[in-house]
């Protein structure tokens, strides 16, 4: 692992002159050339599990940009799949699973250790990235946090609000407990699988951590994750951590310690000012760009930038998005971010 990769330098604690730069879902539909290796894939999932052509996908963006990280071209959803939930994407609506709201379904699913049958490809993927990239390029695995995963799986479907999920928690407390530890225990074993493989930081994705309130914040949220972390840390302690509970606020302030990760991904929901005095003293931040300005560009983009970067410059600091970029975005608008933020 070499040691000059800038993303790793950040994730040690290192304040950089030029804050190193990722996009989440850079290989995604406003390119392209990802939207013609798609359709070559026939669908969404096909993509997912075609290791030459999710590498491919994986690729694309580091081609065209140069950015300092590659992140592993899968999905959060793949993990309840593996678990024996059904998984079809449905066009222009997003994800269906089958529903998972009693005892009886959470014992009917597979044992923890049965995943690999179905993620073996990913872990392909994660090894021809692993010898394909860049030397300077770092490569990042990621799972969704048992939260969010469990929202889906819930419900059956994304949802405005995850109803389904508080519904669950609040009705029928321990079956909605031993859900989400099913998948925390898969998670575990599939972030190590994808460490293994070659990844050499992983990130916990808990995109709807902030409808959490109160204690259960802590309990379903920062707990779970922190699960995650010692025991990845326990197998894995030179691989760093970046956890993003989304939405979480004034909540983002003792993350890092909360969650026993080396770096906390931040939304727009908070200002780059304030996370610098309040989060960055305890490590690495990353984010928090609105993806907005990935569509609409112009001097808002070049002055939304440079703040966030002069606000994290006294401290350890990835440049991203605050959320993913979407397929309006246009792909010069993305080229001047990184203009920006290379070139001042
Ligand atoms: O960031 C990356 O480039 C890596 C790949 C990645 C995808 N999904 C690819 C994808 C990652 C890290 C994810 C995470 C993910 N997936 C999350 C957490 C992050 C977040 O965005 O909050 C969630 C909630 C999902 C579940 C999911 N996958 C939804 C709700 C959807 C449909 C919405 C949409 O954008 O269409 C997906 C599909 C999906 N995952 C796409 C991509 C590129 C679009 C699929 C397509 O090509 O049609």
Request: aromatic share 8%; charged share 20%; with cysteine.
């Amino acid at each position: 692992m070499s040691k000059d990769k800038t993303i790793l330098r950040a994730l040690a604690g290192e304040t950089l002159p030029t804050p190193p730069i990722w996009m989440m879902r850079q290989a995604g539909r406003y390119l392209p050339e990802y939207k013609a290796t798609r359709a070559q894939a026939g669908d969404f999932l096909s993509l997912c599990y075609n290791p030459e052509l999710a590498a491919e996908v994986t690729f694309q963006p580091i081609r065209r940009y140069g950015f300092d990280a590659a992140i592993l071209f899968a999905d959060i959803l793949l993990v309840p799949q593996a678990l024996g939930a059904d998984l079809w994407f449905v066009t222009g609506e997003g994800p269906r699973l089958s529903t998972i709201t009693t005892q009886a379904e959470v014992d009917a699913l597979k044992p923890v250790e049965a995943i690999h049958d179905t993620l073996n490809p990913i872990y392909e993927t994660v090894k021809i990235l692993s010898n394909g990239l860049p030397d300077d390029t770092t490569l990042i695995g990621f799972a969704g946090a048992p939260w969010t995963v469990a929202t889906y799986m819930v419900a059956g479907r994304g949802t405005p609000d995850q109803g389904p999920a508080h519904a669950l928690k609040d009705e029928n407390r321990a079956v909605f407990e031993a859900l989400l530890e099913r998948i925390t225990d898969a998670t575990v074993l599939y972030l190590s699988e994808q460490i293994k493989a070659g990844a050499e930081v992983v990130k916990i994705f808990d995109s709807w951590a902030g409808s959490l309130q109160g204690s259960d914040f802590v309990d379903y949220s920062l707990n779970p994750m922190q699960r995650i972390t010692s025991e990845i840390k326990a197998m894995h302690p030179d691989t760093p951590i970046i956890a993003f509970p989304r939405g979480a606020g004034e909540r983002f302030e003792g993350a890092h310690a909360a969650i026993g990760a080396d770096c906390v991904a931040l939304d727009d929901g908070v200002t780059a000012e304030w996370a610098a005095e309040h989060v960055q003293k305890d490590g690495c931040v990353q984010g928090n760009l609105a993806s907005s300005h990935m569509v609409t560009g112009g001097d808002a983009l070049v002055s939304e930038t440079r703040r966030i970067v002069k606000a994290f410059s006294k401290g350890p600091h990835i440049f991203n998005l605050g959320h993913g970029i979407t397929p309006d975005a246009d792909p010069e608008n993305v080229q001047l971010m990184i203009d920006t933020v290379r070139g001042g």
